[in-house]
């Protein structure tokens, strides 16, 4: 037998015990030929396209499970950012394609679908415009649909008259569904360098570089990694860390690229990309800062927190990278708050602020993400936050974002629960010192130079 | 359509295990080409390397039945596509 007995029970052992499974099969769909002149027009042929092109989606996802014996947890679609097409009609409210992707996303059986995005890091067209606008109506009144918009890139800078009306759409957001703890808000993410392929959401969007249909796959496994990294004696230096990391992530990016190779078959799509993200989840164990802390970090969120993660990051892309010749997407480790057990309990310590988060951003896959902040957080406050988490992404060439819950009606000392795979996190503090002045501004932050690199 | 996978059963040593999933392969018409079993402590452990002939028996059919042989003998049992263990453990 060409496979040893040792490599069958290490492989069963990662699923069974140590949470590995490829945590999403996004189908990538072009809308392109969704385009009507008028709003309930293009949600008819949207609604059409995707029950057509992702009715099998779900079934040959499962079937893949089966077959193989590693879990698919999540079956999703992103589809051409819903502004492009805007641009064709004239409605101020577009609220009704986002029902038309809901009722879809539903009807074939996926836990979310992204692309009510725009990319208006240079400027804001008048279709973006009515997009942005939308966002939150369209957040309040879908269940899966997700948002994305992108402020910032390092070619064209920051511009910061988006950011500022981003921040008061995310409140805006916050508000329409401040009876479910501002959930509206985890479904929006605001980027700096946007990726075309990224599979998770709620970022994922299929970019106008992309085929017709593609299969993006999303692996995942910080309970595997944890348990490589436990296993070594304490005195393992970090090189021999990073060794094992890096053997580890080869291992379950190959799971994700058999996934993928599988799924583009049996749909009789273009195989996209494989993304190497490090996915916590509220499971006991699969957790990312469990990994910091097992790398020696007494609590994540510590002095140490942002060489280890760095670490992380770096061996996690170097192994995966030799695993499959299709890495896409983020690919890093993800650090969102409430989607990961032990990253509450640091913020819960006092171990782990804001702050910290944001200089881990400029070191890990995207950055502020899944953040719950006092309700009542001034618009100039979010914006800032978010213009520093793209300001890290421009100057160092990288995807940053800032998904931030303002959760109306509760303060520093409650929680809010946004259920599932989103999880449950304490609300943080925020420093308090605005910046109104600044982030009134508004104009462009110049795209950086990319030489005298210091 | 022949599919090469490994089959993987451990649990509780007692009389028995072997023959029920030999039968349970043999009635799929699914070959067993490779095997190794071994005890470590009173736990039964084994790995086959099957061919599954899906002309006869589809693959999920296989995995069912053998669910149902593990669930009788109190075992875990898992049937799991060969490419799977090749791509994580092979450059």
Redesign the interface.
Known sequence: MSISPEEIVETLTMVTQQNLDIRTVTLGLSLGDCVADSCDGMATKVYDKIMRKAERLVSVADEIARDYGVPIVNKRISVTPIAQLAAACSDADLTPIAAAMDRAAKEVGVDFIGGFSALVHKGIGDGDRRLIDSIPSALATTDRVCSSVNVASTRAGMNMDAILRMAEVVREAAERTADRDSIGCAKLVIFCNMVEDNPFMAGAVHGTGEADAVVNVGISGPGVVRAVVSSLPDDADLTAVAEAIKATSFKITRAGELVAREAAQRLGVQMGIVDLSLAPTPALGDSVADIIEAMGVERCGGPGTTTALALLNDAVKKGGAMGTSSIGGLSGAFIPVSEDASMVAAVEAGALTLEKLEAMTAVCSVGLDMIAIPGDTAVETIANIISDACAIGVINGKTTAARLIPVIGKGVGDHASFGGLLGAAPIMPVNEWAGTKLARRGGRFPAPLNSLRN | MKTRA?L?V?GEDRVGIVAAISNALAEAGANI??I?Q?ILSGVF?M?M?VTVNEDITP??NV?ARLAEVGERLGLQV????????????R?
């Open positions: 490994i993987s451990l080409e490779d190794r071994t452990s790995t390397l693959f999920q995995q898992t049937l799991q596509r060969e490419d799977v263990f090749r791509f994580m453990h450059v």
